[in-house]
């Protein structure tokens, strides 16, 4: 099998689609160059070609930045509400304005497929949206004690400076589901996205610039040494609050180095999603279900779908449909029209699926469909699925991010509840069934932070985004999301 190639015009389209972002460090209201003066590649992951250089910062470019969002943190946190939301809500018109060139810039430099870039710009651009309305929301409260002597008067404040370091899986909407509440509760921020995928984040800096952000308040460093950059801002003293989206190694790094300064932290981790297919379910929408929480990003997503359970008297009928669906699909550069699963984001990451699908096979596993790497350039995995999937399979306790879906076959509810919280993570978890009581009962008996219920998907600005146990703390998204950017202060006064 050969993957879908790219063209030249799709290689030059996607140059054209990165000329013209800045690729400099965005430091106190300015681009500049890095201290040291160097750069670093960024690749394309379907052509394997360089599409762009970007600024390789170092711990003086850290320091300078988080100087720079501390001196302007009293400023903004006193700007008008308004003035903020507004500044959000531009942004939102700009971003969905440029919806096609930023899916292009996305599809470049991460590989997924054009409609899904622009799905993910729209998701992105609606939490400015959904922010925007937040700003101007911050509540308080009013009491009187109980002994009805004082008087208290509850207010919220910004937390103060904050480090946002987000991963490459979503470039674009890990970044604005962050910078979103962040401008809205009034902190200032440095900001590390991955260096396999800044481009997406360096063009969203030049729409907050266009949409009125003032100087300082956003202050963004590329750097191919990521511990080198925030290792000073988290010892600076001058952040109060970590945000950080990633694995769950580097998550742990960071709280031991956020509790040395007490810093409020948000943790997004990984996860290795549990989804429950009964026999009671309707089997077609089981497996458009299934097909959307695993292949959403070929299957690179904190909340894929990592470990199918599917009950035995229905296990072979939903093998067989699942292998048919992910086998019709069109695996080849993301910007050509129609492509339908793009590369994986680098050679590591082929490299480890290859891995986990021999280990599972080894171990006894059925490959149904692909189970394979197209021949050519580009870091392509088939679609897989795989049968008879032991319990001891590495795949069973790592995140696949790859396009493998591993189907193991269950008895009884008890049983498959207990293998579903086998893992130490609790992310995301799915349960297909039409039986109204046992919905509820799975639901409430996953161990997990969110449930789709007869659906393959759970992502929403509107809703509270996060896991429990390994993946993390704190959640993003919904109403609470603002929350975890505001420190609450209160008065208490006599009754006159
Ligand atoms: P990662 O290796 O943990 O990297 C995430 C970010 O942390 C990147 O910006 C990375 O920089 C930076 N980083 C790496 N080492 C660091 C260090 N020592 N100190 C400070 N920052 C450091 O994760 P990834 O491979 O990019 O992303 C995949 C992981 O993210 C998966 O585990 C996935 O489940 C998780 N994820 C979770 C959510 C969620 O909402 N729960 C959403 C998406 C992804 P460089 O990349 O530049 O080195």
């Known amino acids: 099998m050969t993957a879908q190639t790219s063209t030249s015009r799709t290689a030059s389209s996607a140059r054209a689609a990165v000329e013209g972002i800045s690729t400099g460090l965005y430091i106190d209201g300015a681009w500049v160059e890095s201290a040291s003066g160097e750069r670093f590649d960024v690749v394309n992951p379907a ?5 762009a250089t970007v600024a390789n910062g170092n711990a003086e470019d850290a320091q300078r930045a988080i100087e720079a969002a501390g001196a302007a943190q009293k400023d903004w946190a006193r700007t008008a509400p308004r003035e903020r939301s507004e500044i959000l809500r531009r942004a939102y018109d700009l971003i969905m304005a440029r919806q096609e060139e930023l899916a292009l810039v996305m599809t470049s430099e991460m590989g997924k497929p054009l409609a899904e870039a622009r799905g993910e710009v729209a998701y992105a651009a609606e939490f400015f949206r959904w922010f925007s309305e937040e700003a101007v929301r911050i509540g308080g409260d009013q009491t009187i004690t109980g002994d009805g002597k004082n008087r208290i008067m509850v207010t919220k404040e910004p937390v103060g400076p904050c480090v946002l370091i987000t991963p490459w899986n979503f470039p674009l909407a890990m970044g604005t589901r962050k910078i979103g509440p962040a401008i809205a509760a009034g902190c200032t921020m440095v900001f590390k996205p991955a260096n396999l995928t800044p481009l997406s984040s360096l063009a969203l800096v030049d729409i907050l610039i266009e949409a009125g952000l003032p100087a300082g308040v956003l202050n963004v460093v590329t750097t191919k040494s ?3 950059v925030v290792t000073p801002w988290m010892e600076s003293g001058i952040a109060r609050k970590v945000s950080f989206t990633g694995s769950t190694g580097v998550g742990v790094r960071l709280l031991e180095q956020a509790a040395q300064h007490v810093m409020r932290s948000s943790m997004e981790l990984g996860g290795n999603a549990p989804l429950i297919v009964f026999e009671d379910a309707d089997l077609d929408r089981a497996v458009e279900g299934a097909f959307a929480a695993k292949m959403r990003n070929m299957g690179e997503a904190c909340t894929a779908a990592n470990r199918i359970f599917v009950q035995a008297s229905v296990a072979d009928a939903f093998a ?35 891995e986990l699908v021999d280990d599972a096979v080894a171990q006894g596993a059925r490959v149904v469909t692909g189970g394979s790497r197209p021949e050519g350039k580009g870091y392509f995995y088939s679609p897989t699925v795989l049968t008879n999937v032991s319990p001891t399979a590495q795949l069973m306790t790592e995140e696949i991010f790859g396009p493998v879906a591993p189907l193991i076959p269950f008895d009884t509810e008890d049983e498959v509840v207990a293998m579903a919280n086998d893992t130490p993570w609790g992310l995301a978890g799915y349960l297909f069934t039409q039986d109204l ?18 659906t393959g ?5 509107a809703a509270p985004f996060g896991g429990i146990k390994a993946s993390g703390l704190g959640r993003e998204g919904g109403r609470v999301g603002i929350e975890e950017f505001l420190e609450t202060k209160y008065m208490a006064m006599p009754r006159a």
């Open 457 to 461: 998907i759970v992502s929403n600005p």
């Open 320 to 354: 067989e449909k699942l292998a048919a669906r992910l086998g019709a699909l069109r695996v080849g550069d993301g910007a050509v029209e129609g492509t339908d699963v793009g590369p994986l984001v680098e050679e590591k990451a082929l490299v480890k699926v290859g």
């Open 47 to 51: 052509t394997e070609e360089v599409i």
């Open 226 to 228: 990521a511990s080198s």
């Open 437 to 454: 009581d046992r919905a509820f009962r799975v639901g409430d008996a996953l161990e997990v932070g969110m449930v789709g219920l007869n």
